[in-house]
Structure formats: structure tokens, C-alpha cells
């Protein structure tokens, strides 16, 4: 299975900026869709943004279309969140997932079979 290591949360004032980090095991071996989840406390986990690892194809949820940013770095199997113009509202705890395969399905939770432990994200006012 996909195994992760995920990085780089921790407080931040509102409009400032954090950039997580995921690190993804190179076995299962061949292409895969890695994708930012968060769930702030007592919410729904929902989905941020994904990249395709064969093709760097991005996606992300209306909610932070101009202000997050999801990259990869291909040869240390890095997929990074840069995050910008944070408010209280982007509070949450942020988990990396992947599913295998070629493609990248909606961001929804069920879609992605493999999960990391995550990284909390605190946004201050």
C-alpha cells in the first residue's frame, strides 16, 4: 500500500502563508492521483486539490482556486500544498491520499483508497 509522510503544519496568522509537504512511497509502483483532504473539527473531510503524478494535471476545489497551489517534485515523490491568503475558515486538519491508477477522480473522499495521518493547520485571526 501507499504509505505518506506528511509535513509542514503548524499556527499561522490570517493572510499569511504555509506550504505542506507529502512524501509518497515509490511502491505500489506506476501512476497515481495524490490529493489534499482536510476536515476541520466537527466537519465533513473534504477534498482541496489533486495532481496527477504522470502528467502533473492539477484540480482544485473552488475554495481555494487562486490562493493554493499543489505541485510535485517527480524524482523525490514530493507532492506539496502552498498555501496563501490563509484565513481562520482554512483551520483543519490536512491529509495526503492517493489512489492508483492514470487518472484523477473527484475530490471525494471515497475516491481514494490510501490515507496519511496528517498535519494540522491552525489559522489565528
Known amino acids: 500500500q501507499v504509505q505518506f509522510a506528511e509535513s509542514g503544519g503548524g499556527p499561522v496568522q490570517a493572510g499569511g502563508s504555509r506550504r505542506l509537504s507529502c512524501t509518497h512511497s515509490?511502491?505500489?509502483?506506476?501512476?497515481?492521483?495524490i490529493a489534499w483532504f482536510r476536515q476541520a473539527s466537527g466537519m465533513e473531510r473534504e477534498g482541496v486539490a489533486s495532481?496527477?503524478?504522470?502528467?502533473?494535471?492539477?484540480d482544485l476545489a473552488d475554495s481555494v482556486k487562486g490562493r493554493f497551489t499543489i505541485s510535485q517534485d517527480k524524482v523525490k515523490n514530493i507532492v506539496y500544498l502552498e498555501m496563501n491568503a490563509l484565513n481562520p475558515e482554512d483551520t483543519a486538519r490536512y491529509y495526503c491520499?492517493?489512489?492508483?491508477?492514470?487518472?484523477?477522480?473527484?475530490?471525494?473522499?471515497?475516491?481514494?483508497?490510501?490515507w496519511g495521518l496528517g498535519t494540522q493547520v491552525t489559522v489565528a485571526s
Open positions: 495532481i496527477r503524478t504522470r502528467d502533473g494535471h492539477t
Open positions: 491520499a492517493a489512489r492508483i491508477g492514470d487518472d484523477c477522480p473527484a475530490l471525494i473522499k471515497d475516491n481514494f483508497s490510501y
Open positions: 515509490r511502491y505500489p509502483a506506476g501512476p497515481r492521483c
